[in-house]
C-alpha cells in the first residue's frame, strides 16, 4: 500500500525560502508521476509542481520560485520555495500519479 507524508511546511517571511519534504511508503516509487499541490482557504486545490518522466511542470505563479526533485533511491519528492509571498500561504499536498494523497503540511508566509 503506497502512503505519502509530508514535511517541512511552518511559518516564514516574505522573501524566505521553505523546503517540502515527501516520503513514499511502498513499491514503484521511480514509477508514478510525483507532483504538489496547494489549497489555500476558500480556493481550489491546484497543481504548483509536478515531475515524471518529462520535463517538470510549473504553475506559471510559481515558476522560476519553485523547484521539485525526487530521489527514487531514497522515495523521496522535494519542493524547494525560494521567494516566498503572502499569496503562497496553503496547506501543500503530495501526490502520486493523481491518485494518491498525503495529509499536507501547512505553508504561511508572513509580510
Known amino acids: 500500500q503506497v502512503q505519502l507524508v509530508e514535511s517541512g511546511g511552518g511559518l516564514v517571511q516574505a522573501g524566505g525560502s521553505l523546503r517540502l519534504s515527501c516520503v513514499v511508503t511502498g513499491d514503484f516509487f521511480s514509477h508514478y508521476r510525483m507532483a504538489w499541490y496547494r489549497q489555500a482557504p476558500g480556493k481550489q486545490r491546484e497543481l504548483v509542481a509536478s515531475t515524471g518522466r518529462s520535463s517538470p511542470y510549473y504553475a506559471e505563479s510559481v515558476e522560476g520560485r519553485f523547484t521539485i526533485s525526487r530521489d527514487n533511491a531514497k522515495k523521496m519528492v522535494y519542493l524547494q520555495m525560494n521567494s516566498l509571498k503572502p499569496e503562497d500561504t496553503a496547506v501543500y499536498f503530495c501526490?502520486?500519479?493523481?491518485?494518491?494523497w498525503g495529509q499536507g503540511t501547512q505553508v504561511t508566509v508572513s509580510l
Open positions: 501526490n502520486a500519479d493523481g491518485l494518491i
